[in-house]
């Protein structure tokens, strides 16, 4: 009665939802707080004055939201956490943004180099089928977004995981080695998941310079507000180079789905041609209006970032007083072990005390927890159930 495709789908499997008991939710790298007050405003607002137009189709090509999205990564830079911040009101607010220096664009983002989806998921599942095939491997590393080898089975496209190094970074030599023997794209999530390492934007460089320049190099940037070095600007050198970024993460916005890509006009071109071939309307007319009002407050969320990244590093440093090993993450997570701690039992006991984390059954990182940065509440009674494991 079912295909034979449909026989071989391995599914992605999400952080758990809790639906017995309320728990304090530190296992899906969601964002602590809420979205800008500006963004609560502008969805009451579209849904009482404006409501007749969800009767109507949205803009397919969601061109205002492309315009904000564009007009943002000019004005940050592409990094949140270290964007400066002038003349707000409280938490950031209503904040003139700026580059710091080290992340300022060498060029100016257009609309046209913007795709906008329904979270960075399908956004990577229109990557996938425009620009990896079956006749040859994509190259990743073994351990990264769990959702690329589910795409990669979901297309029928082959797959070269490398191992990453005994430091737990990626083997870039040995990603462009493997790429160049059968001339693959390839793909990674910079900084990665879930070791939460990144790599600078001039490793990444060296990549491209070294890469299969008829190949598409997809970086997955979904975490790199919270300190990673943004790739942006490399766009102006590489053609092949394509960008994917989230509102999930940074902007707080993982329950409104939006996601988006960087790229020429030409990749871009490609994505939407995969998107008018499956659906002519995928971002829904509140979704957008949310999207644009979080754009337009960046100073918000930049001040989220630096309080996110503000808990991380003090969170590092309790761990590794109390003698767990931690990556040094870019991140709005931590990948983190202690010897003689099983990782699926201290997962257990943490959940014991109303706290959810994540835990691996991979081989290979099943003694690691991935721990999501929440509030400061939040990380205190989170020390409190771990300073005895």
Not at 356 to 375: D, K, N, S
Request: glycine residues 8%; proline residues 6%; neutral net charge.
């Amino acid at each position: 009665m079912i295909s034979d495709r449909m026989k071989n789908l391995h599914p992605y499997v999400p952080g758990e939802q809790p639906k017995d008991r309320v728990y304090i939710k530190l296992n899906a790298n969601e964002n602590p707080y809420p979205p800008s007050p500006l963004v609560t405003k502008t969805v009451k607002k579209a849904a009482k004055e404006y409501g007749s137009k969800m009767a109507l189709y949205p803009d397919p090509d969601s061109n205002e939201l492309k315009a904000a999205v564009a007009r943002m990564l000019n004005e940050t830079g592409g990094v949140l956490a270290r964007a400066e911040l002038s003349g707000g009101r409280k938490n950031g607010s209503g904040s003139r943004v700026s580059p710091s220096e080290g992340d300022r664009i060498p060029f100016t983002v257009t609309p046209d180099m913007i795709y906008c989806g329904n979270g960075s998921d399908e956004v990577l599942s229109f990557v996938f089928y425009a620009f990896f095939s079956s006749d040859r491997p994509v190259v990743l590393p073994e351990h990264t977004y769990s959702f690329y080898p589910v795409y990669a089975g979901f297309y029928n496209i082959p797959m070269n995981k490398i191992p990453l190094n005994s430091d737990w970074t990626i083997n870039t030599d040995k990603m462009l080695s493997e790429a160049h023997k059968t001339d693959s794209g390839i793909i990674f999530a910079n900084p990665n998941a879930p070791t939460g390492l990144s790599i600078s934007r001039e490793e990444v460089r060296k990549m491209l310079e070294n890469a299969p320049a008829d190949k598409v190099f997809v970086v997955d940037e979904a975490y790199v507000d919270f300190g990673g070095e943004s790739c942006i600007p490399l766009l102006k050198d590489f053609k092949n180079l394509l960008i994917v970024r989230t509102f999930s993460k940074s902007l707080c916005g993982a329950g409104m789905r939006l996601g988006y890509a960087v790229a020429s006009p030409e990749l871009i071109g490609h994505i939407t041609t995969v998107k008018n071939s499956l659906n002519h309307f995928p971002v829904d007319f509140i979704s957008q209006q949310a999207g644009i009002a979080s754009c337009a407050d960046a100073g918000y969320y930049a001040e989220c970032a630096r309080s996110v990244a503000f808990e991380r590093d003090e969170f590092i440093d309790f761990l590794r007083e109390k003698g767990w090993y931690v990556t040094d993450s870019s991140t709005n997570f931590v990948f983190c072990r202690k010897d003689g701690v099983n990782g699926e039992a201290a997962y257990r006991k943490i959940k014991e005390q109303g706290i959810l984390v994540r835990h691996f059954a991979t081989p290979g990182i099943e003694e690691y927890l991935r721990i999501t940065i929440g509030t400061h509440e939040q990380m205190r009674s989170l020390r409190n159930a771990m300073k005895d494991l």
